[in-house]
């Protein structure tokens, strides 16, 4: 299986991983802050949906746009709504993400090599950019599970 074929089945593959993480989940219990301070489960939920629009502009400029120059993506905590049902959120992210794929799945493999310049001035490729999107999506996976663990 190719590299570009694992990316995609990994960002295809997480509404489904959020979707069991939080099944049967009160909004109060997802809402629920863990002991050490970090995000709530449903804050790490409303960041991947907020993220997901703000990434897929990205990734559209890399597509159209001769090296561009891509700032970082900083948390918008105020898009955080710990007071929404699981299930909303995740129907937002789900839209997002099918979106999102539904570009991916579109570029020709020379387009998985166009380049672009990260907020340090280090060399990127779309490929890579995609491989930082599904690590995101691992990292805030993990966070969840912590969460709910109350750790």
């Given at each position: 299986m190719s590299t570009r074929a694992v990316l995609l089945k990994s960002l295809g593959s997480t509404s489904g991983d959020l979707?069991?993480?939080?099944?049967?989940?009160?909004?109060?219990?997802?809402?629920?802050?863990?002991?050490n301070g970090n995000w709530s489960a449903a804050e790490?939920?409303?960041?991947?949906?907020d993220i997901e629009g703000r990434y897929l502009e990205?990734?559209?400029?890399?597509?159209?746009?001769?090296?561009?120059?891509?700032?970082?993506?900083?948390?918008?905590?105020?898009?955080?709504?710990?007071?929404?049902?699981?299930?909303?959120?995740?129907a937002g992210f789900e839209s997002a993400r099918r979106t999102t794929l539904?570009?991916?799945?579109?570029?020709?493999?020379?387009?998985?090599?166009?380049?672009?310049?990260?907020?340090?001035?280090?060399?990127a490729t779309m490929r890579s950019l995609v491989?930082?999107?599904?690590?995101?999506d691992i990292e805030h996976t993990e966070q969840i599970v912590k969460a709910l663990a109350g750790d």
């Open positions: 979707r069991r993480l939080v099944k049967g989940r009160s909004v109060a219990a997802l809402a629920q802050r863990p002991q790490c939920l409303s960041h991947l949906h990205r990734l559209r400029r890399v597509a159209s746009e001769e090296n561009p120059f891509l700032p970082g993506i900083h948390p918008d905590e105020s898009a955080h709504n710990a007071l929404e049902s699981a299930d909303a959120i995740l539904e570009f991916l799945e579109a570029l020709t493999p020379g387009d998985w090599q166009r380049p672009a310049v990260r907020k340090d001035g280090s060399p491989q930082l999107l599904a690590h995101h």
